[in-house]
């Protein structure tokens, strides 16, 4: 009854979620209709570990001219070898979920998951892309797909770090 229970150790994986620490300045452009040019606005999101396994960032913009906050966790599952993820924000009561891998060559990490049809009811596809450029620079960028249209870009989002 004395013996230590045996936790997991950190993977080569959950060690790169440190380089995402910190607080990074973003540029956003939104797609939202097609007829009419992107909309921008600026962004903060502040990056901390929990713990070794897990990153959490909050995200805060005036976006459409009402404050928007936004929080997102990142991690690897080692079991079934994929990144997972989670995002919530003030301004959507769902709760999104992505699984994806990473592509070491390319450093690009592609994850897809279902979320709510902007433009109806019922679920839809939604995917996102997230290339490192460099240890101060990344772009994201998330899609949906609708039944109507296709795969369609929601937005882009360049992050610097402050």
Excluded at 133 to 162: C, N
Aim: hydrophobic share 35%.
């Amino acid at each position: 009854m004395s013996e230590q229970p045996a936790f997991a150790t950190p993977s080569q994986e959950h060690a790169s979620l440190k380089e995402l620490v910190g607080t990074w300045n973003v540029e956003c452009t939104y797609f939202m209709d097609p007829s009419q040019p992107p909309m921008t606005c600026e962004a903060t999101d502040t990056a901390e570990m929990i713990g070794e396994f897990w990153i959490q960032s909050t995200f805060e913009s005036n976006m459409f001219g009402m404050p928007f906050r936004g929080v997102a966790t990142l991690g690897y599952n080692a079991i079934t070898e994929e990144w997972v993820s989670t995002w919530v924000d003030s301004l959507n009561p769902y709760l999104f979920h992505f699984t994806g891998k990473h592509n070491a060559e390319s450093q690009v990490l592609e994850m897809s998951g279902k979320g709510p049809n902007p433009m109806g009811s019922g679920l839809c596809d939604y995917r996102t892309v997230e290339k490192r450029i460099s240890a101060d620079e990344r772009h994201f960028e998330m899609f949906l797909t609708l039944p109507e249209a296709g795969e369609v870009q929601l937005f882009s989002y360049i992050y610097r770090r402050a």
